[in-house]
């Protein structure tokens, strides 16, 4: 009886460390968080041929899906114990991995999706953790709505913001305010807003020589109205 009695004890004794040691263990290496919005197929292809017949459903789904794995995967980050912000270009910003999967799908079932393309290219856009803080795949989504919609001045504008606020390139973001400015039903303030981004990139030259074309060839009491 005295051998049993000591066995169960070195037993109880045993199991009462290992289970010292996992909750040790479980401190020091948390386990991580599964990931609940997997994107098993990421091939828009697949799913066009997958929902055939109910593509506008599906994308309003996946639309749905991409704006909670942006939001649900921003919380978590702003939930995380603040640390001294990373420079953009050394920024971690695989949280986001997925976020253009998402809209690439969205887009690929409805390419009309006019709000996934523009509120879409923000997410991507916007600086990590903020957003993906990936502004060059906001421009990739913009342009593919454009080779959808060739009309949509808007997905141009939004191209020329892009580099406006994300890039800095005041160059790049005039050649696209300039460029949307001659889509049809355009409004007239997209190329005197051209001229003013080139002259704050310091190209005042060319800026002036947009706005006496400007001045030609527009309506001068609509341009009084903007001064």
Same mark, same amino acid.
């Given at each position: ?10 037993a109880?004794?045993l199991?009462?460390?290992a ?7 479980e401190?020091a290496f948390?386990?991580?968080?599964a ?16 929902t055939?017949?109910y593509?506008?459903l ?6 749905i ?8 995967t921003?919380?978590?980050l702003e939930?995380?114990k603040?640390?001294?912000e ?15 999967a ?6 690929s079932?409805?390419?009309r999706f006019d ?11 916007e &600086? ?6 990936? %502004?060059?795949? *906001?421009?990739? #989504?913009l342009?593919? @709505?454009? $080779?959808e919609r ?11 913001f892009?580099?406006y ?12 305010f300039e460029?949307?400015s001659?889509? &049809?039903g355009?409004p007239?303030w997209l190329? %005197?807003?051209? *001229?003013?981004? #080139?002259?704050?990139g @310091?190209? $005042?030259r ?12 527009a ?6 109205t903007q001064?």
């Amino acid at each position: 009886m005295r051998g049993i009695a000591g066995s169960v004890a070195v037993a109880l004794a045993l199991l009462g460390a290992a289970a010292r040691v996992q909750a040790m263990r479980e401190h020091a290496f948390p386990a991580r968080e599964a990931p609940t919005d997997a994107l098993y197929i990421a091939s828009p292809t697949a799913w066009r041929r997958l929902t055939a017949g109910y593509n506008a459903l599906a994308s309003d789904v996946y639309w749905i899906r991409a704006i909670q794995y942006y939001g649900g995967t921003k919380r978590r980050l702003e939930a995380r114990k603040p640390v001294p912000e990373p420079p953009p270009m050394l920024a971690d910003t695989s949280d986001f991995d997925d976020l253009y999967a998402y809209l690439d799908i969205t887009t690929s079932l409805d390419p009309r999706f006019d709000i996934a393309y523009r509120f879409g290219s923000v997410f991507l856009a916007e &600086p990590y953790p903020t957003g993906a803080g990936r %502004p060059d795949l *906001a421009i990739r #989504l913009l342009e593919k @709505g454009l $080779r959808e919609r060739p009309d949509k001045w808007q997905y141009m504008e939004d191209i020329g913001f892009v580099h406006y606020w994300y890039y800095r390139d005041y160059r790049a973001a005039a050649s696209a305010f300039e460029r949307a400015s001659r889509f &049809p039903g355009a409004p007239l303030w997209l190329q %005197p807003l051209a *001229a003013t981004t #080139l002259a704050q990139g @310091g190209d $005042r030259r060319t800026s002036r020589a947009m706005w006496l074309v400007i001045l030609q060839s527009a309506d001068v009491d609509w341009l009084r109205t903007q001064a």
